[in-house]
């Protein structure tokens, strides 16, 4: 009985001695007890939430901060007034140019700030003119595709240690972050324009189809001219004005999405998806209300329609 006592002792002693020296090595790699302590005490669940929202939040400005780096947006990347891309042959029916390279598609992406899309009668090439020192934007060529992305240019380390993006709305200060000038006439085979955050307005923006999103913000077209009409807005308003001459797709998340449409109610046939907080509204007349899924069939009707509405208003008139 002594021997094992004995025994145990040692073994006692033995495993003391080496959780101190294990314990004295992470104090001299720079460990503290006070790592392990309940770091959230006193911390109510809704700061918790909001901590683990803004986490997101930063992830994903370095994220975008990282791409706009290595796509040469930061830095020299700022567009002056005068620059130009690709040249394009102006008049009805004429089509894109960049040298001897064709521009089929358009694509316009917008994380800030005020931008005005408008026709020129008067050049024969696409020109982006900005004079405002917070905003950067890029152009890219990528075979018969033009992209053209407009957005702050901040310090993103400063912006957000500082807290500062928290409330930010993404609108400037009163004047366009930029200006794209688009020969008059020139219809594109797909126009793709994405509002991330901020105001866009386009006037006399044709294309055989075109995209229109906004995750955040505002974008109008007026004097549109398209065969194949795709809207989404997730927060926000966005409004097409126009022509469309085979079909249209609006889909409401929050917010609110408003065609106006040359010709009549009976051109369209409608597919209709309206949630419980959702709104089709079709020449003034609420629809989705009592059967939230359902066709409405006109007649001899060559366009189709298809609404889909979450959250918010879908509204679609006529003139």
């Given at each position: 009985?002594?021997?094992?006592?004995?025994g145990?002792?040692i073994?006692?002693?033995?495993?003391?001695?080496?959780?101190?020296?294990?314990?004295?090595?992470?104090w001299?790699?720079?460990?503290r007890?006070?790592?392990?302590?309940?770091?959230?005490?006193?911390?109510?669940e809704?700061?918790?939430?909001q901590i683990a929202?803004?986490?997101?939040?930063?992830?994903?400005?370095?994220?975008?901060?990282?791409?706009?780096?290595?796509?040469?947006?930061?830095?020299?990347?700022?567009?002056k007034?005068?620059?130009v891309?690709?040249?394009q042959?102006?008049?009805?029916?004429?089509?894109a140019?960049?040298?001897?390279?064709?521009?089929?598609k358009?694509?316009?992406?917008?994380?800030?700030?005020w931008?005005?899309?408008?026709?020129?009668?008067?050049?024969d090439?696409i020109?982006?003119?900005?004079?405002?020192e917070?905003?950067?934007?890029?152009?890219?060529?990528?075979?018969?595709k033009?992209?053209?992305?407009?957005?702050?240019?901040?310090d993103?380390?400063?912006?957000l240690?500082?807290?500062a993006?928290?409330?930010?709305?993404?609108?400037?200060d009163?004047e366009?972050?930029?200006t794209?000038?688009?020969?008059?006439?020139?219809?594109?085979?797909?126009?793709?324009?994405?509002?991330k955050?901020?105001?866009v307005?386009?006037?006399q923006?044709?294309?055989k189809?075109?995209?229109?999103?906004?995750?955040?913000g505002?974008?109008?077209?007026?004097e549109?001219s398209?065969?194949?009409?795709?809207?989404e807005?997730?927060?926000g308003?966005?409004i097409?004005?126009?022509?469309?001459?085979?079909?249209?797709?609006?889909e409401?998340?929050?917010?609110?999405?408003?065609?106006?449409?040359?010709g009549?109610?009976?051109?369209?046939?409608?597919e209709v998806?309206?949630?419980?907080?959702?709104?089709?509204r079709i020449?003034?007349?609420?629809?989705?209300?009592?059967?939230?899924?359902?066709?409405?069939?006109n007649?001899?009707a060559?366009?189709?329609?298809?609404?889909?509405?979450?959250t918010?208003?879908?509204?679609?008139?006529?003139q």
């Amino acid at each position: 009985m002594k021997g094992w006592v004995k025994g145990m002792l040692i073994a006692s002693v033995a495993c003391i001695g080496a959780g101190t020296l294990l314990c004295a090595g992470a104090w001299g790699m720079g460990g503290r007890f006070y790592y392990f302590r309940n770091r959230n005490f006193g911390i109510t669940e809704e700061k918790m939430a909001q901590i683990a929202e803004d986490e997101i939040v930063m992830e994903d400005a370095y994220r975008e901060a990282d791409a706009r780096k290595a796509d040469g947006v930061a830095g020299e990347g700022q567009i002056k007034e005068g620059d130009v891309i690709p040249k394009q042959p102006s008049g009805a029916g004429a089509e894109a140019k960049s040298g001897g390279t064709i521009v089929r598609k358009l694509e316009i992406e917008v994380a800030g700030g005020w931008v005005e899309v408008v026709p020129d009668d008067s050049t024969d090439q696409i020109v982006v003119a900005s004079s405002h020192e917070d905003y950067r934007c890029r152009q890219e060529l990528d075979g018969d595709k033009l992209e053209i992305y407009v957005g702050l240019d901040l310090d993103f380390d400063h912006w957000l240690d500082s807290g500062a993006w928290h409330g930010w709305d993404g609108s400037g200060d009163g004047e366009p972050a930029a200006t794209i000038r688009i020969p008059a006439g020139v219809c594109f085979d797909q126009a793709d324009l994405e509002v991330k955050a901020g105001v866009v307005s386009v006037r006399q923006l044709s294309a055989k189809k075109m995209d229109l999103e906004v995750k955040a913000g505002s974008l109008e077209v007026a004097e549109g001219s398209v065969q194949e009409l795709d809207g989404e807005c997730k927060t926000g308003e966005l409004i097409y004005e126009g022509q469309v001459g085979r079909e249209m797709k609006a889909e409401c998340s929050t917010g609110s999405v408003q065609y106006v449409i040359d010709g009549s109610q009976e051109d369209f046939w409608y597919e209709v998806d309206a949630a419980i907080t959702g709104s089709v509204r079709i020449d003034g007349e609420e629809n989705g209300l009592l059967e939230r899924d359902h066709v409405i069939h006109n007649p001899g009707a060559a366009k189709k329609a298809s609404l889909e509405c979450k959250t918010g208003v879908i509204d679609i008139s006529f003139q």
